[in-house]
């Protein structure tokens, strides 16, 4: 018996692709640990996501039919432990961000709506909106209305924390990419290559857009 | 990241074991594997492979490279060159401590193999430490940093970025100030979020 669907049709929108679960599983990996690296949010990966907890859910029912002490069901058992582990800690790790940023993300993020290239999935942006909105309304409650009149004004923008884009990160280049430019102080801006398999250091913001287009991993 | 997700990652690794069991191929999410042939070997991830160990469903057969003579090769080579040289593993120290922690009896002179892995271990950290030493005194945002492992490089997170933050910040403040030219303004020392997530 096949525990697994190896093909998964994921649709998207317009274009039906099939990709196996194995490279869903990759995807998300990669995706977990560029979050869990990266100063700022980055575009959410709910497809990826879904996928595999509809794929989590088939397994699991498969796995009940089997008897207990069969061996395939602790294998599969452990494998599935060890996705959800992915899984909540990219969700969680967002969250964190998100509580963290809520001020800037959700300026920003409104700006990319009109575009149409979110971040947040509609859920994190509920959440987000839902977060700011209970802070403002705790701040008002315990501290502003106790305040005199001329002082009661909830200043959002005081408020707001900003991720460090100037933060120095590690990555990785899955492919060669070159003439990254580093910016000196001084004024004379540095540039650089990233050659496939190389491993560096360096400020976060002049390589953020080639960590969305995967051209390079944080490690 | 903590330790123990640099662990989990390199658990993704593939190892060769050979099972006491007979058994069809199984179908993971990660791949297929098996069949498993008593007494054959084959090749399954580290994290199940560690599992088989503890239920004793199989022996771990060695990687080539956790060998006396080639670790004492790689030894010298890392003692010789002044930069780091490439490791047989990407994540060898992961697989080092779980394999020599689980399955030390399959392992031919564990004992040897784990002392001289910790002293490969020993001199590239103490590089490390130079080149970081280094890296900061020349004042620079950037730093090339081949043939480390993941487990190296984030031993030096918790250090290395946010140091490399802080320089950043003072050369910031101190070009504000030139360009400003205005010695009066006594501008405290904000510290904007830096580093987190390491």
Known sequence: ?219 | MDPYEVEFIGENRIVSIIPNFTYDKIYLICGEFGPFRAGLPMNVPLWLAMMLKQKQKCRIVPPDWMDLDVLENIKEEEKRSRFFTKMPNEHYMVEAKLILGAASEDVPNAAEIKTIIKDIWDIRMSKLRTSMDALMKSGGGYGRLDHLTMMEINSAKPLLPSAMDYLLQIQMKAQKKVTQQSLLNTSTFSQSGSSQNT
């Open chain 1, 1 to 219: 018996m096949d525990l697994i669907d190896t093909n998964i049709a994921l649709s998207d929108e317009d274009d039906e692709e099939e990709i196996t679960a194995e490279v869903v599983l990759k995807t998300l990996q990669s995706a977990w640990q560029n979050e869990r690296l990266a100063p700022e949010i980055l575009p959410h990966r709910n497809d990826m996501v879904e996928c595999m907890l509809g794929q989590i859910q088939h397994m699991e029912r498969n796995i009940n039919k089997l008897p207990k002490i069969d061996l395939r069901a602790s294998i599969h058992k452990m494998e599935l432990s060890r996705i959800k582990f992915i899984i909540c800690n990219y969700l969680k790790t967002r969250i964190n961000k998100i509580e963290k940023y809520c001020i800037p993300i959700l300026n920003e993020e409104r700006q990319r709506m009109e575009t149409g290239s979110n971040y947040l999935t509609p859920t994190e942006f509920k959440y987000a909106q839902e977060f700011v909105m209970n802070m403002e309304n705790h701040v008002k409650t315990v501290v502003l209305s106790k305040m005199p009149g001329n002082m009661q004004l909830f200043e959002m923008n005081k408020m707001a924390e900003h991720p460090n884009l100037h933060s120095h990160v590690f990555l990785k280049a899955n492919e060669t990419v070159t003439g990254i430019v580093l910016e000196d102080l001084a004024g004379e801006d540095e540039e650089i290559d990233l050659e496939e398999g190389s491993q560096h250091i360096l400020q976060y913001k002049p390589i953020a857009d080639l960590i969305k287009n995967g051209k390079v991993q944080l490690i």
